[in-house]
């Protein structure tokens, strides 16, 4: 038998052999940036490398379509397609835009390859993260996080001011309608992502945080993302709240939100996987996969030690893709065009022989032992109301 401790270390951080094979490959990358250095290859050359045989010309120009969006200055760029990486590459941290299939081994060497993004929508789930890792690569901006430190830690203090025992934190499920039938400006606010679709309900919530962690839904380059991006810019200008989301992003969110920079809280996202975090003292996000463990439920407990959930339904049976959205809070008109988009991405977390894959793996038993954990030290997490997924439906305490 395993020690329930030991377990739940296992489902938080994986198998040891998981964790050294990614320290490996850590060390493997810092490797190549000290080869680097030393040969003096620290320096771009203007040229962009697209490593893609056998694609099709459709796809070509798909990828040459998203590089434009994600990469503005590119067209400073020359851009390269080579059959093969040529010898100097392995030397040099010119960027090289991965598509196809390619042997394991060479697939191994890639990935620890400084500059080197796999941008196959057709075979890599996290092509939306590799576009937005491209981005901050050749972007010489670096992002000032004491900058946001300093603006987030001054907005904390300020709301610890008004002495406030609970923290509310809203989803974007069906039952988020609801929350029009209820005041509340007894505790903080935060709410996430595409509830800027409704301004009714957000001029209602007078929320005093919005966050946004994905790569293709909220940063990237589809119709449904900038559908998102151009909601949250009004509902900033309107108010004084403030947009905190992972640093990785933030090549994209300070382009597309100039003039805002005053509200934008980028935040490095760290290895620790624990929510009940201090976000002033310890800036970084835990190393989770979904909004809820990545951004609200930590910057909820930054806040205060009652922590109350709301608009959280998760996936019902007859649910499609993830779960089920408010419709008044989602952009479902443009969903079948992300879908297209990044086929792979829901092949991989929604697939038909599964469709609870995703739920299970950011929703179940981790995130459980999140919220245990921080029970344990103190915290306490409500769900306002019932919840499909059982790992919040355990803390709903009655009537809705």
């Given at each position: ?20 094979r ?19 290859f ?21 990828l ?39 042997s ?6 890639l ?13 890599n ?55 029009l039938d209820k ?10 992502n ?30 449904f ?17 403030l947009?905190?989301?992972p ?16 509200r ?16 002033v003292?310890?800036f ?13 439920l ?21 649910d ?7 419709p008044?809070h ?9 879908q ?6 829901f092949?991989?977390?929604?697939p ?8 299970k ?8 032992i999140c ?9 306490r ?12 439906q ?7």
């Amino acid at each position: 038998m395993i020690p329930r401790q030991l377990r739940s270390l296992i489902i938080l951080y994986g198998q040891p052999i998981t964790i050294l094979r990614r320290i490996l490959q850590r060390l493997a990358h810092f490797s190549f940036r000290a080869l680097h250095f030393v040969g003096g290859f620290q320096r771009f050359r203007g040229r962009i490398f697209l490593f893609a045989p056998r694609i099709s010309e459709q796809d070509r120009e798909s990828l040459l379509r998203r590089l434009k969006f994600y990469c503005p200055d590119s067209l400073d760029f020359k851009v390269a397609e080579v059959r093969t990486v040529p010898l100097f590459l392995w030397f040099s941290p010119e960027p090289l835009l991965q598509s196809g299939q390619h042997s394991t081994l060479l697939n191994s060497m890639l990935s620890i390859r400084p500059g080197t993004f796999c941008v196959d929508f057709r075979t890599n789930a996290l092509d939306g993260w590799e576009w937005t890792r491209l981005a901050a690569y050749i972007d010489p901006r670096r992002v000032d996080l004491d900058s946001s430190r300093q603006r987030f830690a001054s907005r904390v203090a300020r709301l610890r001011q008004q002495g406030k025992e609970k923290t509310y934190i809203f989803g974007t499920g069906p039952s988020l309608a609801n929350a029009l039938d209820k005041q509340w400006e007894d505790g903080y606010r935060i709410v996430c992502n595409t509830i800027v679709r409704d301004r009714f309900l957000w001029d209602h919530l007078k929320p005093d945080f919005i966050v946004a962690g994905d790569a293709i839904y909220h940063f990237g380059f589809t119709s449904f993302a900038r559908a998102f991006r151009r909601d949250l810019r009004k509902c900033l200008v309107s108010s004084d709240t403030l947009f905190l989301y992972p640093a990785e992003f933030h090549s994209i969110v300070r382009r597309e939100f100039d003039g805002l920079n005053d509200r934008l809280i980028p935040v490095p996202k760290g290895w620790l996987r624990k929510i009940d975090i201090d976000l002033v003292k310890h800036f970084q996000l835990p190393g989770l996969g979904n909004v809820l463990g990545l951004l609200l439920l930590p910057l909820a407990c930054t806040l205060s030690k009652d922590v109350f959930l709301f608009g959280f339904d998760g996936r019902a049976p007859n649910d499609k893709l993830f779960w089920g959205n408010s419709p008044k809070h989602s952009y479902q008109e443009h969903l079948a065009e992300l879908q297209e988009a990044h086929p792979y991405f829901f092949e991989f977390f929604v697939p038909e022989y599964n469709l609870n894959k995703y739920v299970k793996n950011v929703h179940g038993e981790q995130l459980d032992i999140c919220l245990s954990m921080a029970e344990s030290r103190g915290w306490r997490f409500v769900m306002m109301h019932r919840s499909w997924t059982p790992t919040l439906q355990r803390r709903f305490q009655g009537d809705d």
